[in-house]
């Protein structure tokens, strides 16, 4: 048990909400577990506004603000599932991604769920990333 | 392929339904994988009725309980993504984690579906643990 | 960081649609990581038509395409996530499972979400299989 040793990442730009009963990333070995990120702000309302593209890309770059806490790189990232409330709205995720990943693109599964934890938030994303991985250095095959 | 062996888990309190076309457990390396876990009863009613705190609970009882039956204890458990039907209730899913967690909080994603298996179920959890995690003996990064 | 080698897969029969934002299947180490697999043909409409139970059928075909290009098997398949858009048609979920795994079943976890990419699209499947995994060749614990 002892040689696969797990850490709470503090990341200072987001800690964990007061009373939190969650840890919002963990490292387990080389692997970066995260708790899913929504856009709400400090003050309560969701950064991006109305837009489905800005949340996303404000929680992409949570996200990357997370794996950087841990050690690793934007590569690191290499599958999100991203719950939206409007499918319809699908074509904005699909802007944040290209703008985000440019090319290294990781795995990514997409569904519309009923309800996320805040009424304005329109997207919430479940990332999973590796210190060991870099997208941007991939081999094909 | 030969050193890294997977085992199916049997708890005997948490069998596999009669005809059921899943495996409730596996291990998988040191990563305990699971199937998405109710608080559906023998009975077939759920256990906690329509609290949704109480049926969070029996739910993470169970899940303890697979986890342990492979090996591991509650701190191995790193990750929780709950799916419920009312997000308006998220405060019972809270009180729950922190009931059962106290302070070694897995990371956990949260989001509102439209229906789980049967009518009564108000949460659905799927739990990821590592045999070689305890998140009560956590190094802090 | 060197010695995790990551690969992009390349299934020849699934390719990633054209301005694709997402990578079909990378493999990280062992594990192999997909996107969510739909039945959505080349001519955009669904495989299996309105059969929850053939759109299915047709998935975890594409996903042990996706899993042989890595290299693995079909036992290789040791987690499914299955959204669908009618948790009352689960029977139709139960039978392809039977069919297509007979009886080295992964774990499963299913919920009903609002909605998925297309609106044809009844089933999205989110899969995890590993190259050193074989549930056809399970130890027992």
Known sequence: ??????????????????????????????????????ARGADGRAIGGDSLRDQTLAIFQRIETLVRAAGGVRGSIYKLVIYVTDIARKDEVNAARRAFFASAFPCSTLVEVKGLVFPDLLVEVDAFANLRVNLNALAEA
Chains 1, 2, 3 share one sequence.
């Not at 002892?2 to 987001?14: C, F, T």
């Open 1 to 38: 048990m002892a040689d696969l040793v797990a850490r709470r990442i503090h990341a200072p730009s987001l800690p964990e909400a007061p009373g939190a009963t969650w840890s919002n990333a963990l490292v387990i070995g080389d692997e970066i577990s995260m708790s899913g990120v929504t």
